[in-house]
């Protein structure tokens, strides 16, 4: 929904967009995306989690569940342009499958909320 606005002459409305008024105003809608070294430090990152799953497979109430959802993570990594969004989703959904293994459960709630930091709006 946008925003409205009240004017003398009527209501307008601004649906996903940006005004900007004035001498050297600037606007913009969405978001820049995450600078190189952000993503590439989020890849490395994801790419140890993927080891520790792997690792603590033994440990985990459903490994083949854990490690599958993990290559998926590595996958979409592996993808010149990744789909951070899909990666995000993966994360949460490994975090209650790792839950019993308080570090590497804290590792994947860590990396969901950096992925999701640099998702656009």
Not at 15 to 34: E, M, R, T
Not at 68 to 87: G, H, M, S
């Amino acid at each position: 929904m946008g925003n409205s606005i009240h004017t003398g002459g009527g209501d307008l409305t601004i649906k996903q967009s940006a005004v900007a008024l004035g001498d050297g105003a600037s606007a913009s809608i969405g978001s820049a995306p995450a600078p190189e070294d952000t993503v590439a430090a989020l890849r490395a990152s994801l790419a140890e989690l993927v080891e520790q799953v792997r690792a603590a497979a033994g440990q985990l109430a459903d490994p083949q569940d854990a490690v599958e959802t993990a290559d998926r993570v590595e996958t979409e990594l592996a993808a010149p342009e990744p789909k951070w969004r899909r990666i995000w989703q993966l994360l949460r959904y490994l975090g209650p499958g790792v839950a019993s293994l308080t570090t590497l459960a804290t590792n994947v709630q860590t990396l969901e909320t950096a992925v999701e930091a640099i998702l656009p709006n």
